[in-house]
């Protein structure tokens, strides 16, 4: 599987920013996918996941009630809409597919990983 994340950029505390990430290559509905980050000088940690089924998702508490996270099978794609964004939600978003099917939220879970998109808050 092949992941390319997009729609990173820059936004003003408390505005919002849609990222996407589209897949090619194995079957897209055999993979639960999911969301992480990394801050300049932290560790990645998660974000939110969805499972094979767009029912399943997860959520990290710092982010809970802020973003969604959604997938559409037909075209290959999932998205992480963010809202009420705040400086400290500034990093590095990379989004990864797991066989996992009901999502997970353990980075060594996941199989594959986009190349990531560059978030920052501005305050």
């Known amino acids: 599987v092949q992941l390319q994340a997009s729609g990173g950029g820059l936004v003003q505390a408390g505005g919002s920013l849609r990222l996407s990430c589209a897949a090619s290559?194995?079957?897209?509905?055999?993979?639960?996918m999911g969301w992480f980050r990394q801050a300049p000088g932290k560790e990645r940690e998660f974000v939110a996941s969805v499972g094979w089924s767009a029912g399943y998702t997860r959520y990290a508490d710092s982010v809970s009630g802020r973003f969604t996270i959604s997938r559409d099978n037909a075209r290959n794609t999932v998205a992480l809409q963010m809202n009420s964004l705040r400086p400290e939600d500034s990093a590095v978003y990379y989004c990864a597919a797991s066989r996992y099917y009901s999502g997970t939220s353990l980075e060594r879970n996941y199989d594959y990983w986009g190349q990531g998109t560059l978030v920052t808050v501005s305050s």
């Open positions: 290559g194995h079957m897209f509905s055999d993979y639960a």
